[in-house]
């Protein structure tokens, strides 16, 4: 099964979305702005990118530049950040089989899910 972590409000994330419904049989989309992740699914689904906390975060949204732009904090102070602000989170992700790639570029996710051209 495939599943997606998805932002609405995001293009690429909803750009991966409709690719995923024109190639997959079935996956699962995760709402994570509404549904955030529990701690210990973060740090699988960090474990499953293999990048460290600090890394999933989109740096350039206004919470991260307001609060976090220039803190030192450990990788379990960041995943805290992480759930406590979920829009910090890259987006989209897509997991299948235990390996997960962010979808940008879209790319990535073809590979994944193996679409043949």
Known sequence: MIKIY????????CNV???LEKH????????YLNDVPTKAQL?????QLG????????????????KFQNRQLT?????????AHPILIERPIVVKDGVAVIGRPIEKVIELIAIKP
């Open 6 to 13: 998805h932002n609405i409000h995001c293009s690429k994330s």
């Open 17 to 19: 979305l409709k690719l």
């Open 24 to 31: 997959s049989a079935q996956f699962e989309v995760h709402d």
């Open 43 to 47: 740090v699988e689904l960090l474990g």
């Open 51 to 66: 990048i460290t906390p600090f890394e999933l975060i989109r740096k350039g949204e206004s919470v991260f530049q307001e």
């Open 75 to 83: 990788d379990e102070q960041w995943i805290d950040v992480l759930l």
